[in-house]
T-cell receptor, first 110, second 114 residues
Framework: GQNIDQPTEMTATEGAIVQINCTYQTSGFNGLFWYQQHAGEAPTFLSYNVLDGLEEKGRFSSFLSRSKGYSYLLLKELQMKDSASYLCAVRVYNNNDMRFGAGTRLTVKP | NAGVTQTPKFQVLKTGQSMTLQCAQDMNHEYMSWYRQDPGMGLRLIHYSVGAGITDQGEVPNGYNVSRSTTEDFPLRLLSAAPSQTSVYFC?????????????FGPGTRLTVL
């Protein structure tokens, strides 16, 4: 079966750094994605990792370890607008089948 | 570019009724997909298509049909609505030519089945 796990909720302070973890056990692996979803809105793409290591994009970074089935999303200099759900997703089998975790709801407090 | 559009935004059905959720994209993307999102369960893939005339089942296809007669449109049909199909439905598209296959999501359709 497919299993993608991430914490349900996290809270952090404005200006701080937060790390959201994702572990996966899937049949096949062809890339890991992070999406951001504000309440009542559609998910939007944040990052993509297919090789081990860190991908940095402004305040957001994503890390992947394929041997450990592990990824994290790092958010720096948190802003109030970063309060949202963060979805971890794995592309499995082939290029077309995507499996999502349940999402981590991040609340940023002043 | 309008991106990915979905209609309707909200819909209430009675058990047993049928309806079609519309999805269109103007980015000439080969890949289109339908997801449902339920509390605590994340997005689950219903059906997907890699091009006109080609469709395949995702994780939760039962009770839904799709067709892809053009590159732009990918409608989702509920054959006989059930309360278990109450959910938020998202359509998404991506270019298969890009390595990261970034998916662009539509605004969603909130469906309630009574």
């Amino acid at each position: 079966g497919q299993n993608i796990d991430q914490p349900t909720e996290m809270t952090a302070t404005e200006g701080a750094i937060v790390q959201i973890n994702c572990t996966y056990q899937t049949s096949g692996f062809n890339g890991l994605f992070w999406y951001q979803q504000h309440a009542g809105e559609a998910p939007t793409f944040l990052s993509y990792n297919v090789l081990d290591g860190l991908e940095e994009k402004g305040r957001f970074s994503s890390f992947l370890s394929r041997s450990k089935g592990y990824s994290y999303l790092l958010l720096k200099e948190l802003q109030m607008k970063d309060s949202a759900s963060y979805l971890c997703a794995v592309r499995v089998y082939n290029n077309n089948d995507m499996r999502f975790g349940a999402g981590t709801r991040l609340t940023v407090k002043p | 570019n309008a991106g990915v559009t979905q209609t309707p935004k909200f819909q209430v059905l009675k058990t047993g009724q049928s309806m079609t959720l519309q999805c269109a994209q103007d980015m000439n993307h080969e890949y289109m997909s339908w997801y449902r999102q339920d509390p605590g369960m994340g997005l689950r893939l219903i059906h997907y298509s890699v091009g006109a005339g080609i469709t395949d089942q995702g994780e939760v296809p039962n009770g839904y049909n799709v067709s892809r007669s053009t590159t732009e449109d990918f409608p989702l049909r509920l054959l006989s609505a059930a309360p278990s199909q109450t959910s938020v439905y998202f359509c998404a598209s991506s270019s298969l030519g890009l390595a990261n296959n970034e998916q662009f999501f539509g605004p969603g359709t909130r469906l309630t089945v009574l």
